[in-house]
């Protein structure tokens, strides 16, 4: 059976998050869920953009690309459509995802491209110093929102359902078996897959918003959220500035390579009839 | 036989951020600020292996040593 270290390049660590970080563990899981599937790594290809979750594919030994800044999306748009046997990952954190790419992530979530987009969501872009982004709570505390938030979040998995994902997952770092399992779940689905994960930063937005170490910001994280199941038997006013974990969004429809491949097919039989 | 485990920390890794010591269920694991992890009782180790897969810096492995 294979293992996660299989996929992994230890030789470069240690890596170049912070202390306490959620990054490391989600970078566990994805290669966890790699090995789950015994995946070959030359079926596999990895996209990332820039900010602290792009630094990804320095530390996994697949094939890799790590292009501009919001644009990984579309560089794996063009791979999942070159190429429809690959196995294609995207790692973004929320800038890259929702406030610089957030045009590709709706466009990509509506053509449904065959691709398993991983979303560390930290609220803040902790690369560059802890500005706020588009999913920083409203109220919170950021290097460039010092007297608190003023704009409400992006909700990522809502404007990944709404705007047509075939599978949504969400989990934290606090469970990295659930990460693990979402993103071979997602990877399996037809069509685009979209998993995020309510990140911890620790250096940044943990520090300025009082959760505390980087244990104590792990455990506080799992709280704000409820699995899904358990939200089904609350109310409305329970489920107030929660989150939803595990699966939200199972519905599998044809992706746009098959559709683009049928046109392809009926053109050719028309041609020579 | 229980299952016995053996912890193992890669200090070269570890940037003592003190996930592995506070979430530990058995409290197997102890740490004062600024040092790596200890593992300061063993025997109560019951294989969950969540320090190794919450340490965000790759530097813990559980082992079965014994069956």
């Known amino acids: ?273 | 036989m229980d299952k016995k485990y053996r912890i193992l920390i890669q200090e070269k890794n570890c940037k003592q951020c003190g996930i592995c010591s506070y979430l530990c269920p058995k409290e197997v694991l102890a740490q004062s600020v600024g040092e790596c992890p200890t593992v300061v009782n063993p025997g109560a180790c019951i294989g969950c292996r969540l320090c190794a897969m919450r340490c965000p810096d790759f530097a813990i492995e559980v082992e079965v040593v014994q069956e």
């Open chain 1, 1 to 273: 059976m294979a293992n996660y270290q299989d996929y992994m390049l230890f030789d470069k660590l240690p890596h170049t998050w912070c202390a306490g970080c959620g990054h490391g563990i989600i970078l566990q899981a994805i290669a966890g869920a790699l090995a789950q599937q015994e995946l070959d790594k030359h079926d596999v290809a990895l996209v990332s953009g820039i900010g602290c979750f792009g630094r990804v594919d320095d530390y996994l030994d697949l094939n890799c690309m790590h292009v501009t800044h919001g644009r990984a999306l579309p560089a794996a748009t063009g791979i999942a459509l070159a190429n429809p046997n690959l196995k294609v990952l995207v790692t973004m954190g929320d800038g890259d995802s929702t406030t610089i790419g957030g045009n590709h992530l709706i466009h990509c979530a509506r053509r449904n491209v065959n691709l398993t987009a991983v979303i560390a969501n930290n609220y803040n872009y902790g690369q560059t110093g802890g500005q706020y982004s588009a999913t920083t709570p409203s109220g919170s505390i950021t290097s460039t929102s010092v007297y608190g938030h003023i704009e409400p979040g992006f909700d990522i998995c809502s404007l990944a359902a709404a705007a047509g994902a075939s599978f949504v997952g969400r989990s934290t770092p606090y469970n990295p078996v659930q990460i693990r399992n979402l993103i071979q779940q997602g990877m399996q689905t037809e069509g685009f897959a979209l998993i995020e994960i309510l990140d911890t930063c620790p250096t940044h937005y943990g520090r300025l918003n009082k959760f505390g170490d980087a244990g104590h910001m792990l455990e506080k994280v799992h709280k704000m959220t409820v699995p899904v199941e358990r939200a089904e038997k609350m109310t409305a006013e329970e489920l107030e500035g929660l989150f939803l974990t595990g699966v939200l969004v199972n519905k599998p429809r044809e992706d746009y390579y098959t559709r683009y491949q049928k046109i392809i097919d009926r053109l050719c039989t028309e041609e020579n009839a």
